[in-house]
C-alpha cells in the first residue's frame, strides 16, 4: 500500500492550509483511492489537534475533521517538543493522536512514505 506524510506546522484556523489537508486526506484514505496517511503535526501545527475546539456555527471543524480521519486508520503523532513549548499535555488531544518524539517519528516516516506533503 502506498504511504503519504503529511506534515502540518499551521494553526488550525489562521487559514484553509489545515482543512485542504484534511480534505486531501480524506480522499486519499477513501476505498476508491486506497493510500495509508501519516500526519506529524509540528509547530502550532500541534494546535490542530486541541479537543474541544468551538469553531463559529456553519465553519469547517477540524476537531470532528480529525476524528473521522483517525476512526480511518490515519495515524497522528504531535512532536514532543512543539507541544511542551505551547504548554499542552496529551491529555488535551483528541484521543488516537499521540505526543511522539521530536522528529524521530517523522524522519521514520519520510523513510517509509513515497510521498510527503507539508502545509
Known sequence: METLTIILQSA?????????AFRLSQAL???SVDMKVNVFLTGDGVFVAKSGQ???????NLEAMLKALISKGVKV?????CVA??????????????????????AKWVKESQKVLAF
Open 29 to 31: 484514505v477513501s476505498v
Open 54 to 60: 468551538k469553531p463559529p456555527r456553519e465553519y469547517y
Open 12 to 20: 488550525p484556523y489562521g487559514d484553509e492550509k489545515v482543512y485542504n
Open 77 to 81: 503523532v504531535a512532536c514532543r517538543t
Open 85 to 106: 513549548a505551547r504548554g499542552l499535555s496529551q491529555d488535551e488531544f483528541v484521543e488516537g493522536v499521540v505526543v511522539g518524539s521530536t522528529v524521530g517519528d517523522l
